[in-house]
């Protein structure tokens, strides 16, 4: 098997969810990838998304669920907030994130490569429950 195939069809499955829904574990890619090429497994899945991941075709990070979560490096750059209670995912434009990361660059002389990032916390509904004002 031609591992350009399994990259082509991880790109492929990229193409075909948005950017919210396009986060995927290994482990979620390999079970969307399997019955279009029933002879791959994990390992392999494993492999291609590394190998992405070192071209920067694809972005991986730690959404906290217990797995790297892997996505399409898109030419919209985004961020996250995850609720830490009830799991909830909201996407954030890269505007107010790409300032802080020039100016962290510029005090810093250092050059960020992180291109998804994710924070923690709690969302609006889990505070306004826990602490009602
Ligand atoms: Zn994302
Ligand atoms: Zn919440």
């Known amino acids: 098997m031609k591992s350009s195939s399994v990259e082509q069809l991880i790109l492929d499955l990229y193409a075909q969810h948005s950017t919210e829904e396009a986060h995927f574990t290994a482990q979620e890619v390999y ?5 279009r090429l029933p002879s791959v497994n994990q390992s392999t899945i494993y492999r291609a998304l ?3 991941t070192r071209a920067g075709k694809v ?4 959404m906290g669920l217990g797995a790297a979560v892997y996505e399409a ?3 919209e750059h985004h961020h996250h907030l995850v609720c830490q209670e009830c799991g909830r995912v ?15 660059e510029r005090e810093n002389n250092f050059e960020v490569l992180t291109n998804h990032l994710v924070l923690f916390g ?12």
């Open 59 to 62: 972005s991986v990070s730690d």
């Open 50 to 52: 590394e190998r992405m």
């Open 73 to 75: 490096v898109g030419n």
């Open 122 to 133: 709690r969302c609006h509904a889990c505070r306004s429950k826990s602490d009602p004002d």
């Open 90 to 104: 909201q996407t954030i434009k890269d505007e107010s994130v790409g300032r802080l990361f020039r100016q962290i």
């Open 31 to 35: 079970h969307h990838i399997k019955p």
